[in-house]
T-cell receptor, first 114, second 114 residues
Framework: GNSVTQMEGPVTLSEEAFLTINCTYT??????LFWYVQYPGEGLQLLLK?????DKGSNKGFEATYRKETTSFHLEKGSVQVSDSAVYFC?????????????FGKGTLLTVNP | EPEVTQTPSHQVTQMGQEVILRCVPI?????FYWYRQILGQKVEFLVS????????KSEIFDDQFSVERPDGSNFTLKIRSTKLEDSAMYFC????????????FGPGTRLTVT
């Protein structure tokens, strides 16, 4: 079956530090890949996506590249801000048919200190 | 900006009782989903719903669970006889037909079964 593995948290960084959150996946076929973010007290928000190999998703300074050869979709940001403190979820959606469900990783809590 | 809403934000119930969790998806969306997250674990898919019927369900979604779209705006998840292990955060999501992979999530309902 499909699965997503992301690095264990929590991750604590100082403002303006470089962020990487690793994510690898197992899936049949060619899934679409996503990063969702959950700010305290809020729902999951789609941060970025990539629907085919070598695509780069980007939003709000965050980037992730769909690497089929390493089955990875690592999240990066060059300079984090305090406002980026949240839980980040890597997810995939299998393609084909009516199988639109998302399979999530466990989530990584990021805390950015001033 | 349109958003998915969920009520209540927190529900406490006794084991064996029935609960109904309510969601109002984004108005022009056609696909609806329920996910849950047990504390400290992954967000897990429960069920997807399209055209007034279930399109897919997970092994978690047994006979104790049901979903309904009773009118043009609400989407509900009913648990007939709650168990302690049903305690979790329940997320509703919706997506439009053309961009099914962009699922918009509500803030969640925290269900506590005592």
């Amino acid at each position: 079956g499909n699965s997503v593995t992301q690095m264990e948290g929590p991750v604590t960084l100082s403002e303006e530090a470089f962020l990487t959150i690793n994510c690898t996946y197992t899936a049949t076929g060619y899934p679409s890949l996503f990063w969702y973010v959950q700010y305290p007290g809020e729902g999951l928000q789609l941060l970025l996506k990539a629907t085919k190999a070598d695509d780069k998703g980007s939003n709000k300074g965050f980037e992730a590249t769909y690497r089929k050869e390493t089955t990875s979709f690592h999240l990066e940001k060059g300079s984090v801000q305090v406002s980026d403190s949240a839980v980040y979820f890597c997810a995939l959606s299998a393609t084909g048919g009516s199988n639109y469900k998302l399979t999530f990783g466990k989530g990584t809590l990021l805390t950015v200190n001033p | 900006e349109p958003e998915v809403t969920q009520t209540p934000s927190h529900q406490v119930t006794q084991m064996g009782q029935e609960v109904i969790l309510r969601c109002v998806p984004i108005s022009n969306h056609l696909y609806f989903y329920w996910y849950r997250q047990i504390l400290g674990q992954k967000v897990e898919f429960l069920v997807s719903f399209y055209n007034n019927e279930i399109s897919e369900k997970s092994e978690i979604f047994d006979d104790q669970f049901s979903v309904e779209r009773p009118d043009g705006s609400n989407f509900t998840l009913k648990i007939r006889s709650t168990k302690l292990e049903d305690s979790a955060m329940y997320f509703c999501a919706s997506s439009e037909a053309q961009r099914f992979y962009e699922q918009y999530f509500g803030p969640g309902t925290r269900l506590t079964v005592t």
